[in-house]
C-alpha cells in the first residue's frame, strides 16, 4: 500500500530562495525583501473567536514567502507561483480584486485605511501552506503582504504594529474577500512563537503565551490535511455565525462568551441550542486546556481535544466523513486525542500521538483513506514555530 505522503516545510533559506526566483522570472528584477507569516493549527478553541471566547492556535512551520518591489508610481502587480489569475490594478483599485489576490490587495487596501501611506507595488507570492486545508493559507498571505509593505514603510516593530497588522488582515478577509472569519488566524500568525501556544481572548484582545512542547514529552501534534474541499466564503461557515448571533440575542446576551450553560439549556429552538451549546463548552475546555498545559497533563489536553470533536460533530456539525475517520483511526491506534481543527467541512484533523506510534498511525489513515477510495491525506509535522517576519537583507545571503 502507499506510504504516507509528508508535507514538509520550506527553510526561510529556502523560501527566501523560491520567492526570489520565481520574482525574477516573473519582474525580471530584484525585489527589495522577503517577508514570510506561518499557517496555524488551531489546538483547541473552534468557532469561539466571533463569540468573544477563547482559542488556543499555534503557528505552523509552513509558512508563506512574499518577494516584494516598490514601484514609483500607483500600480500594484500581484502573482503566485503557485496559483494562477494574477492581479494587476492601481492603488485606487485594491477594494476590487477577487479570488485569492484579493487577500493580498485586500491587506494593502486595510493598510491605507489605517494611515499607512502604502506605495506602488510588485509581488510574488510562495508557499507551503497547504490551501483550503482548514490552515490558515489565507491569512498566511494577508499578514506575509501586511509585513512586506510595512517594512518597505520602515514602520517600527512592536506588539502594536503586530495587531494592526492583524486587524487589517481581518478587514482584508471580511471585506475584501468576503469571508465572515474571526480573528484567530490573523492573530496568531503575527503572535506566535517557537514552542508555544497562543491563548487569545477575543472580547478583550489580550494574548498569552503558553509553554507547548510536546516533543519533549515524547509526543507530537500531527497534522493530517484530508484533501477534503475547505472554503470558508461559501455559506455554511457563515450560516453557523449567524446562528450563534442568534442564539446570543435569544438568551439576551451580547455573545456567547456572555452566555452560562443554564442559559443555553434554556433554549427553545434546538438548533440554536445545540450551536450555542458547543461554543460554551468549547470555550470552557479552552480555559481547562492552558491550565493542563501549564502542568503538563498531556493526557487531559488528549482527552479534550476528542471532547472538543464530538462537540463539533454532534452539536456545531461542521465535521465531515474524512475527519471523523481520521479521528477515529488515530483514536483507534492509541492517539491521546484527536479533533478537527479550523473551519470545518472539510480541511485538517490534529491528532496527540506518541513520538514512536507516528508512523504507523500515519500509515493506517493513509491505508483508511484508500480503503474508503477518498484521495491520501497529507501529514504535516507542527512543532510550534515562528511569527510573520521580516527575511535578513538580501544581499547578505546572495
Ligand atoms: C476559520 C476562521 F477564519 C477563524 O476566524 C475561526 O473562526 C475558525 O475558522 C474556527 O475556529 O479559521
Redesign the pocket.
Known sequence: SADPEWVRPWSDAEGRRAALETFRDRYDDEPDLVAAAPGRV?LI??????NDGL?LPLALPHSTYVAIRRRDDDRVVIASGLEDGAWTGALDDLGTAEGWPAYVAGVAWALGEAGFTVPGFEIMVESTVPLGA?L?SS?ALECATGTAVLALLDVEESRETRMGLARAGIRA?NEVAG?A?????QTVAVLGSPAHALLLDCRSWETELIPFDPAAAGLELLVVDTRAHHQ?NDGA?ESRRRACERAAAAIGVDSLRNATPAQVDALEDAELRSRARHVVTEIARVAECADVLRSGSWDRVGELMSASHVSMRDDFEISCPELDLVVDTATARGALGARMT???FGGSAIALVRQDDVPDTARAITEAFAAQGYDAPGFLPAPASAPARVLPALHLIR
Open positions: 488551531n478553541g473552534e468557532h469561539t473567536d466571533y482559542c482548514g490558515s491569512a478577509e469571508a472569519t474571526g480573528g484567530m488566524d470558508l461557515y479550523g473551519g470545518g
